[in-house]
């Protein structure tokens, strides 16, 4: 991988943590338990909790998300970082800057 193409994308990966970790922050404080105390009534309470279980599951796949973040940017050094695993071609840069932690090419990702 060229060094201005490995730079772009380290730049992405920098970026994509840092928003990634501030929307864990925001789901953490959305996903407080809604304390029985509140008057908020039966319905709001239960449209409450429909909502509490949607932001759980954004929370955990923005915390998946930031471990294959954090891995890649490990990697990103190495001589395999870039080549699909599956076709072991390159992995072309445009979708390495859309999608940082990518392994594979679009083909073989489908």
Same mark, same amino acid.
Do not use: H, W
């Given at each position: 991988?060229?060094?201005?193409?490995?730079? *772009?994308?380290? !730049?992405?990966?920098?970026?994509? =943590?840092?928003?990634?970790?501030?929307? =864990?922050?925001?789901?953490?404080? /959305? @996903?407080?338990?809604?304390?029985?105390?509140?008057?908020?009534? %039966?319905?709001?309470?239960?449209? *409450? =909790? !429909? !909502?509490?279980?949607?932001?759980?599951?954004?929370? %955990?796949?923005?915390? #998946?998300?930031?471990? +294959? $973040?954090?891995?890649?940017?490990?990697? =990103?050094?190495?001589?395999?970082?870039?080549? @699909? $695993? %599956? @076709? +072991?071609? #390159?992995?072309?840069? *445009? %979708? /390495?800057?859309?999608?940082?932690?990518? +392994?594979?090419?679009? !083909? @073989?990702? /489908?």
């Amino acid at each position: 991988m060229k060094k201005e193409n490995q730079i *772009a994308v380290q !730049n992405k990966i920098l970026e994509e =943590i840092e928003k990634t970790s501030s929307s =864990i922050l925001k789901y953490k404080e /959305l @996903c407080k338990p809604i304390s029985p105390d509140d008057a908020i009534g %039966r319905v709001s309470r239960m449209d *409450a =909790i !429909n !909502n509490k279980s949607v932001l759980e599951a954004a929370l %955990r796949k923005s915390e #998946n998300r930031l471990k +294959k $973040l954090k891995i890649v940017q490990k990697e =990103i050094k190495t001589s395999g970082f870039g080549v @699909c $695993l %599956r @076709c +072991k071609k #390159n992995i072309p840069i *445009a %979708r /390495l800057i859309l999608v940082p932690e990518s +392994k594979k090419c679009v !083909n @073989c990702a /489908l």
